[in-house]
């Protein structure tokens, strides 16, 4: 038999459906074999008393993207996908944001323009819309589709993002037609800014008042209704990061009657709370996400929603600030909560945190972590017939996890280009210490052992068969008969 390029034998392999104790054998960038013992390969890497996992795909990560308010973020796509890379990822999927007036077929020709040269790991991109013109709905975005750009973000808030209802039928009419997910950030904006407006007028600046306007109430409202506009055509959505219990319990109801609503939530509502925000002077900015952390009772049904399976899939929401005038504090000391960037990092940390606190502590089983940071999101965004599983045929992305490494977190030892992280000081077991894409070791040693531009674009297909499941809910009989004839 030939020899293999690489092995990786003695570990215990995990996928999302169970565990055995397996050596891997890869060829071409594949997963050739999977059997009790194998012969070393040309490079051989020994999984003893290691965890041996598919490769995490972070399906919510902003990069080399500039916001509605014209800030860029810190990482590019270099930096990101190197702190992605060393903390686990083998496939990152950023978006390609449209701002109104861009045509996309430009905007993602120039996403790609930034990531090809620099990204080390595989990468695929969202869309986000913005502006869905006839052009856009008609052309653009199923032409899109079909070239593998199989989901879009759209808001319901920020001015210069948000649709309007009719708006958001529109490009959800389209996406059923095409087979796309629709990605959803959920939250009132009139709610949000007529609480800020009267906040501001009142001298009320700083960062701690930024959760206070993002009242969880947005949210709730915004997610109940986005979930009516998924049921009027049938068309599934999946709800991202969600923050608070209402929005919780909507999405589960919404799910037990049938409907295909999705959800996503992320680390700074787990492991943060609004009382993370307030800190002396402006230090709080660095906490400052939408939606907001909140409190230790959204945290308790946030971890809830993951374990009883409301939420499929776990993702950073990387939005990489620094604290300065490039990011979160434009007007210098004279910021206020409404000025500053939106967002926190987390592409590196993301499955640390949640492998310590959730797998080490015995709150979750490894499997399910495995499908709540990899194999689900391969799931619902249509990689699954390359990545998100240890299987033969498939991409040769993997992580191996030393389950006892011991690690305080420090900004100093991260790889984005934030200068700070709001997870600082905090203790952790377990970290991935060698990190394999497409058979190529991109991460062993500590050290990052592959070129910027080794990465590759994934085209992507329909999303899975979670998202195709015929919903048992939606809209009334003869709208739902006659809408596939509707333009
Ligand atoms: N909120 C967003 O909607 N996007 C980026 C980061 C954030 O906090
Ligand atoms: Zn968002
Ligand atoms: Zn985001």
């Not at 030939?2 to 990786?8: A, H, Q, S, Y």
Request: proline share 6%; net charge negative; glycine share 8%.
């Amino acid at each position: 038999m030939t020899e293999f390029d690489l092995t990786i034998r003695n570990g215990t392999v995990v996928n999302a459906d169970g565990r055995m104790r397996a050596d891997i054998g890869v060829r071409d960038g594949l997963i050739h074999t999977l059997a009790p013992s194998l012969p070393a390969g040309r490079q051989d890497i020994d999984a003893s008393g290691h965890w041996v996992l598919p490769g995490g795909i972070d399906s919510h990560c902003h990069v080399e993207q500039i916001s509605s308010n014209g800030v860029m973020t810190a990482d590019d796509f270099d930096s990101a996908t190197v702190a992605a890379a060393f903390g686990g990822n083998t496939t990152i999927i950023p978006f390609a944001a449209q701002h109104r007036g861009m045509a996309l077929p430009k905007v993602v020709s120039d996403y790609h323009a930034c990531a090809g040269p620099k990204a080390v790991i595989d990468y695929s991109f969202h869309l986000i819309v913005s502006d869905p013109t006839p052009q856009a709905l008609q052309h653009d975005l199923p032409d899109l589709i079909r070239k593998g750009y199989t989901s879009f973000k759209v808001y319901t808030t920020y001015d210069k993002l948000k649709l309007d209802d009719g708006q958001m039928l529109d490009v959800l009419h389209t996406a059923g037609r095409e087979g796309a997910l629709v990605m959803v950030h959920a939250e009132n904006n009139d709610i949000i800014k007529w609480i800020a407006q009267r906040l501001l007028d009142n001298g009320h600046v700083a960062p701690k008042f930024h959760a206070v306007s993002h009242d969880p109430l947005a949210e709730s409202e915004a997610t109940h209704r986005v979930i009516a506009l998924s049921r009027l055509l049938d068309v599934p959505v999946l709800i991202v990061h969600v923050s608070g219990i209402e929005a919780v319990r909507h999405i589960r109801h919404a799910q037990t009657l049938g409907a295909r609503i999705f959800a996503e939530t992320c680390p700074q509502y787990l492991f943060l709370t609004a009382d993370d925000i307030d800190r002396p002077g402006l230090e709080g900015a660095m906490f400052c996400c939408s939606p907001p952390p909140r409190d230790a009772a959204s945290q308790e049904a946030v971890w809830a929603g993951l374990l009883d399976g409301t939420f499929q899939v776990f993702s950073s929401d990387h939005a990489p600030y620094r604290y300065d005038e490039s990011g979160k504090l434009p007007k210098g000391e004279k910021t206020t909560f409404k000025d500053m960037a939106n967002g926190v990092p987390g592409i590196e940390l993301r499955m640390p945190l949640l492998y310590s606190e959730g797998v080490h502590t015995g709150r979750m089983t490894l499997e399910k972590f495995v499908a709540l940071t990899s194999t689900d999101h391969a799931q619902m965004y249509g990689l699954a017939h390359r990545k998100g599983r240890i299987a033969v045929g498939l991409d040769a992305d993997i992580a191996i996890w030393d389950p006892l490494r011991q690690t305080q977190v420090s900004t100093h030892m991260l790889h984005d280009r934030v200068g700070y992280t709001p997870y600082e000081g905090k203790s952790l077991t377990g970290w991935p210490t060698t990190v394999i894409n497409r058979g190529r070791v991109v991460i062993a040693h500590n050290e990052l052992q592959v070129a910027r531009g080794s990465g590759e674009f994934i085209a992507r297909g329909k999303p899975g068969p979670l998202v195709n499941a015929p919903a048992s809910t939606g809209s009334a009989g003869f709208l739902k008969s006659l809408l596939p004839k509707l333009s």
